[in-house]
Structures are given as C-alpha cells and as structure tokens.
C-alpha cells in the first residue's frame, strides 16, 4: 500500500538531513538528522520492554534534562544487544556529532533501529558526519523520514497548524515502523519538531496522552521492539506567550499533537508488513474509556480477526470472541457489530448480513465499529491485515 512522494514542510528552525552511510547493503538512506538552531524544549517516551538498545538507554538518562538540539538515527542496525561496546559506540555518535555542530553533546541523542544483535557500525557513522552535516537543509524533512525505514514501503510524515495566541504554529512529524510494532510507550521510532513555546511539563503530559490515544492503541504483530523512541523539541521560535497546563492554548496545542500522532500511527498499520488493508477498531458504549480500550485492543490484536479480514470472511464471532476476553465489563445481549457499516450483530445476535459484509471487505479501509451498549466511553484502535506476505518478510529478515 504505497503512497505518493513526501511533500517538503518548513518549520522555523529546525533543518534536516538524511544520506546513505553505507550501513545497509542497499544503498538506500540510512542516516539521519535533525537538528534545531537553539536548544529546545524536549520531552521524550521510550520502550517499557525490559531489554533495551543502548541508544535508548543513554536517552531514558538525558531527558530528564528537557532539553535538546539535535537528534541522530541510525537504519539498518538497532545497536541492541551489542553489550559495552554498543554502549560505547553509541557515546561516540553523541559526541562526534555534538562535534561537528559544535554543541554541547548533553544536547545530542541519537536512535537506532534495524537488526538486532549485530556489532554496531560506529566507524562508518563517524565518517559519514560531516556528508551528514553539509545537507542539512530546512526543506528535507522528508530526507530524514525516508533514512529512518527499515521495512517501510513509504515514508511517513504528517504537519499540523494550529493557532497559538493569534499566530500560526508549525507541528511535524517522522515515523518509520511496519513489522514489531506493539508499542506500550509509543511506536518503533517517531521524531516531532514545533516552534511552539511550551514548558517542559506541558509538552511531556501532551505527548503522553497523544501517545496513549494513538501509538499505544496501534498493533501490527503483537511484538514490542527494543527500540521504541518517541521524542518532540519545541524551539519556541513562534514567539508566543509561554504554554502552561494552565494555558488557554494548551488544548489547541493538545489537539494538535493528538491528530498529528494518530495520522503517523495510521500510516504505520496502514504500511503494515505484507498488509493490504487498514483496519481501525472503534468501540462506544462503553462503562469507561478504560474498558473501551482494553476492547478496542483485543479485537485489534486478534491473529483470528486480522486473518479473517484478509480473507474476506464476515465472522463475526471472533470479534465477539476477542470482546469477551479483553477483560472488560461487557454484556452479550447488548453487543453491536459492524463491518463498514455493515450490521452484523445486532444486541448479541446475528443478523444474517454477511453476504454484504463480505462485499464489504473488498475496501483497503475496515471499519469495525463495537457498540457495548453499557455506557458512553469510547476508543479505537489500529491494525492491519495479516498475510502470507508478513511471514515472507520476517522468516528471512536477518538472512
């Protein structure tokens, strides 16, 4: 499911580069970079699994500072695995780049995804940095989208404006991620950038619930990576009034990160490893957003569903099956279910509509929609399909 080419997007700032460093035996871009003029604002989420890529753990350590001013990443290598040495490698790209900007490394983290368990290509990094350096440029963005895909079919991007005290603000972001994609913090690997001024507990409790509505309610295969990163600079450039929690702005700025992290989670289970559809799980009526979630979930996460929604089959009982162990306060009798529109199960019981279902599933984009009947929460949830084109992919992945 391939998109178009990426856009070029501005935002005040911040420049960005992305080349080939010789780290995968393609050819294809495998560096990046961005990069903000000044300090910023910086908050930051990472993986909750227990084993974690060096460049995550010396991240996890610095963002309790708040700041930043440049970010590096790696493709084709996850530098997870790799002991001291990968330890040590990583504090060698922190340093030789701050480096080469001539910055203080303390404002520098880099990121890696790709392989696990290989030796890390320090040495070849180090060298590409001055290439790496020279094309930085405000208008590549999608450069750097493009040099942080591992199994990505198209690069993912998404820009926001929102007004901000009577001025317009700039909210972009990069994603990469199609296969070991069940994040409990954010996705594979996910950079935003603004010109916002906010404060630093302002931007970390707006990435957290952007996160929790969007990455953390995506699943492609149920894996968790030992890489997940998702981090934002905010350079303030915009000029306007501080952004507290208290803020009038910050449920405009709110909103705006919300739709931007969505849009990148949707692109993900869209461009999901061997996918050719995208499925969004949207349960209502439930006792409490909690519940919502829990279902939205497990319907998402369901191999039973996402094969049956591969191969056309309207059976709903496994929906109503991943409902009743999600864990959540449901009743049988009340339970809704549709297809793209497509009433399938009316209060429990079927309504013998499959044969327009099944019609139904011919789209790209699945819509089941769950209607618990018990209250007025709601959630969703994205996934994809699950093929044969999936196992192709990840049975031979690090041959």
Excluded at 48 to 63: E, G, M, S, W
Excluded at 66 to 80: E, L
Excluded at 151 to 164: G, H, L, N, R
Aim: glycine share 8%.
């Amino acid at each position: 499911m391939k998109r178009g080419p990426a856009r070029n997007f501005v935002i005040p700032g911040f420049k960005f580069a992305g080349i080939s460093a010789g780290i995968k035996k393609s050819g294809n871009r495998d560096l990046a970079l961005i990069y903000s003029e000044g300090p910023s604002v910086t908050a930051g989420l990472f993986t909750t699994n227990r084993i974690k890529a060096a460049p995550v753990k010396l991240a996890i350590k610095n963002i309790t500072s708040g700041k930043a001013q440049a970010i590096i990443i790696n493709s084709g290598n996850a530098n997870a695995c790799t002991g001291e040495k990968g330890m040590k490698a990583a504090r060698e790209i922190i340093t030789g780049t701050a480096h080469e900007l001539g910055i203080s490394p303390e404002l520098v983290y880099s990121s890696s995804t790709g392989i696990i368990g290989r030796p890390f290509p320090a040495e070849t990094i180090k060298e590409a940095l001055p290439a790496l350096i020279r094309k930085l440029s405000p208008l590549s963005l999608k450069h750097a989208a493009s040099a942080i895909m591992t199994t990505d079919t198209f690069a993912k991007i998404s820009f926001k404006q929102v007004e901000i005290a009577g001025k317009k603000g700039t909210i972009a972001g990069i994603a990469k991620g199609a296969g070991m994609i069940c994040p409990n913090m954010a996705t594979m690997l996910c950079f935003i950038v603004t010109d916002i001024a906010i404060n630093p507990q302002a931007l970390d409790a707006a990435l957290r619930e952007a996160a929790n509505r969007s990455f953390n309610m995506l699943s492609v295969d149920n894996d968790m990576s030992t890489n997940d990163t998702i981090m934002i600079m905010a350079n303030g450039l915009l000029n306007n009034p501080l952004i507290t929690k208290r803020s009038p702005d910050y449920a405009n700025f709110k909103s705006a990160l919300n739709e931007l992290t969505y849009d990148l989670a949707r692109m993900i289970a869209e461009d999901g490893e061997g996918a050719t559809k995208l499925i969004e799980v949207i349960v209502e009526g439930a006792r409490s957003e909690s519940d919502a979630g829990r279902i939205a979930l497990s319907v998402a996460n369901s191999m039973l569903v996402k094969t049956a929604v591969y191969g056309r089959d309207p059976n709903w009982g496994r929906i109503m099956a991943a409902i009743g162990y999600a864990g959540a306060d449901v009743n049988e009798n009340r339970i809704d279910i549709s297809i793209n529109k497509v009433k399938l199960v009316s209060k429990g019981l079927g309504t013998k509509r499959e044969k327009a279902a099944r019609t139904a599933l011919l789209n790209k984009n699945i819509a089941i929609r769950i209607d618990l009947g018990t209250g007025k929460e709601n959630a969703r949830a994205l996934t994809c399909d699950l093929t044969e084109g999936y196992i192709k992919i990840n049975a031979h992945y690090g041959t």
